[in-house]
């Protein structure tokens, strides 16, 4: 019984012992690749679905590498849509850490369009903050007719003009079309000062408190005394002067998807200006402008 008993185990020991074995055998450990010497990536800062302004013809997009001695031109690969044109390399100058790649594009749709772009292998990094190929969308800003408003301007016009309105779907930012034509600064007869340069629209926007802002200014269509170059702008107070901030609440919805009144400050530049007057927006549906400021 003794001489089972010790048969036993030792049958169990070698089993044991095999099995380990095996085990030890199956555990490989192979050094990790090591990083080539360029080291290029997309970074993740970049955006990855994107909507341009309807008239924009181009997106940037920002590359990085690890190793930044030497001056080196990187092959890029595009799988994109038909309508963007991609750069087939981008290049790092000696010492620079990051380089831009710039997808151009004519007539965007609104429904996103893919950009699929790769580096090469060769100069692709392993180990890297970022991405080896970066895909995304890019969409132009789908502007919806909202109808026919009406803009009043007591500064420049006499009277008020009929105005298509447009609306930037999803948002709440809005345009004026062709708010000062030609006709309407020549009733108010502004003369000599007829010339200057004349908007296609103005574009604003409603804040989250009703407010309404602008990106610095929109022109008028108007020329201080024909002078070369002395156009009549109508600035968004704060971007003109940090004093004039406080005016900027003047610019603001008075009654919500009918009535908006935007207040610029109204200046030439090096010359001065006529201080903030307001204009109004009637929307679609809204109130009659002449009925409303009793025209």
Known sequence: MKK????????VGISILFLTSCMENEIVREPSPAENSYGVYFLNENSIDVTVPS???SYTYTLARSKTSGAITVPITSASGAVFTCPTTVAFADGEETAEITVTFNDLPSTPQTVDLTIDPTYAALYAPGHNQFVGTIKAINWIVLGTGQFYDSFVMASVNNVQVKRAEGTNTYRIMNPYPNSILVEADWDNWIGGINPEYIEFWINSDNTCSWDTFWYTGLIYQGGAGDYVKAY??????????ANDAKSKVIQAGKLITLCPYYYVTGLGGWGVKSTYLSLPGGPDLYEYLGL
């Open 4 to 11: 089972l008993s010790k048969m036993i185990f030792a049958l």
């Open 55 to 57: 008239e924009a013809t």
């Open 236 to 245: 968004l107070p704060s971007a003109l002067a940090a004093s004039q901030a």
